[in-house]
């Protein structure tokens, strides 16, 4: 994938940011996104096997804590 990065002393007023960042120092990166790819599979997280049937979900209990807290990695 190819990007473009630019520094900026002094944003100029054309670049489409927020006025607040305008004439400040800032990083400008820029990511093609025809390049990324759609079939790339979608990851989900699931509760570790130990926890199966041995707790009661009542609701989106993945995102609640971590993957660290899960005893997962990522």
């Known amino acids: ?14 670049i489409p940011i927020p006025k607040s960042m305008q004439h400040h120092r800032l990083e ?9 790819s759609p079939t790339q599979p979608v ?3 699931t509760p570790p096997p130990h926890f199966v049937g041995r707790v009661k979900e009542l609701g ?12 997962l990695t990522e």
């Open 28 to 36: 400008v990166v820029l990511l093609p996104l025809d390049e990324i």
């Open 60 to 71: 989106d209990v993945i995102n609640t804590l971590s993957a660290e807290d899960w005893g």
């Open 43 to 45: 990851r989900k997280r």
């Open 1 to 14: 994938m190819s990007a473009f990065r630019q520094i900026y002393e002094d944003a100029p007023e054309f």
